[in-house]
């Protein structure tokens, strides 16, 4: 069983919308402290976006305001809900889980990790 699989991903236009979902399993889930998203765009480093642990949910400052995250526990399901998308938000985003506390916006301490999904957003 693949631990973390994202689903959502698309081509839309700039100023569009995009509803990214990454379903966990069971085990992760409730075990990790913190998940979140991150992205890679090419040529570029991964780069956090938003994390969730503990009730506090965090956002990079390159999408506060347009990007939310949120996780539904009866699925096992962490979401990134992107509104006003602009064309840098072009990447492959992929979801991460962390066991240990409290949540890092440093890649290396998340233990799972998704494939990625692509979002392309074009001007």
């Known amino acids: 069983q693949v631990p973390l699989v994202e689903s959502g991903g698309g081509s839309v236009q700039a100023g569009g919308s995009l509803r990214l979902s990454c379903v966990v399993s069971g085990y992760i889930y409730y075990s990790s402290n913190c998940m979140g998203w991150f992205r890679q765009a090419p040529g570029k480093e991964r780069e956090g976006v938003a994390l969730s642990g503990g009730g506090i949910t965090y956002y990079a400052s390159f999408v506060k305001g347009r990007f939310t995250i949120s996780q539904d526990n009866a699925k096992n399901t962490l979401f990134l809900q992107m509104n006003s998308l602009k064309p840098e938000d072009s990447a492959v985003y992929y979801c991460?889980?962390?066991?240990?506390?409290?949540?890092?916006?440093?890649?290396?301490?998340?233990?799972?990790w998704g494939q990625g999904t692509q979002v392309t957003v074009s001007s």
């Open positions: 991460a889980a962390r066991t240990s506390a409290p949540c890092t916006w440093g890649e290396k301490q998340y233990n799972y």
